[in-house]
């Protein structure tokens, strides 16, 4: 502060002879800008002290290191499309498998000419049956992958919120208390050396 006969810094940190600190003391008693000073100083003081000690990394990671390269399993769980296809393949196989391996409950007999059905058909409606079980398994997965997009962008923006509110009003207590020490230092300039208080 500049309307103290010395630095308050000077005297905070005991640098100061024990005149001038008498000298810095009565300033003080009469100064209230001095004295919020004093307590700021005091505050920052104690807020550093109450942080722990912390030791530096020993290795830097950096992004491209194979600790960051996700595994086989999580590529494929994050990976929308690959997993809607590799999992329409498997109930494809699974539908396949189970029509070539179910027993026949029926005594097979020989086929009646009128009972005789089209393999053609057949076909066609095994692959129309597949052609829906993998679009609807398709559609449920892409729902699922929007659904977890929006509620990560929706917790990143409610992060970024509360941390730009935090900073604003930190930015704010901090202008205020600059323009509160720049009135005292006008108001200071301008009296005369007899009238400071």
């Known amino acids: 502060m500049t309307c103290a006969p010395f630095d308050l810094r000077d005297y905070f940190f005991g640098e100061l002879n024990a005149r001038d600190r008498d000298q810095v003391e009565r300033h003080v008693e009469a100064c209230n800008a001095c004295r919020d000073e004093l307590a700021a100083l005091s ?11 912390e030791e530096p990394p020993r290795r830097i990671a950096f992004v491209s290191d194979k600790v960051f390269e996700p595994r086989w399993w999580q590529k494929l769980l ?15 196989a699974a539908i396949v498998f189970h029509g070539m391996s179910a027993p026949s409950a029926v005594p097979v007999e020989a086929p009646a000419p009128v009972a005789q059905v089209d393999k053609k058909v057949i076909e ?11 679009e609807t398994a398709v559609a449920d997965n892409d729902a699922r992958q929007a659904e977890r997009l929006l509620q990560v962008v929706n917790a990143r923006l409610a992060q970024s919120d509360r941390r730009y509110e935090m900073d604003l009003k930190t930015i704010e207590h901090y202008l205020d208390q600059m323009d509160k020490r720049s009135m005292n230092v006008r108001r200071v300039a301008y009296e005369p050396p007899g009238a400071i208080q």
């Open 43 to 53: 505050a920052t003081r104690s807020a550093i002290l109450c942080m722990r000690e």
């Open 78 to 92: 994050a990976s929308g499309p690959q997993l809607g296809f590799a999992s329409a393949a498997m109930l494809a």
């Open 124 to 134: 066609a409606e095994i692959a129309k049956r597949v052609q829906v079980a993998v």
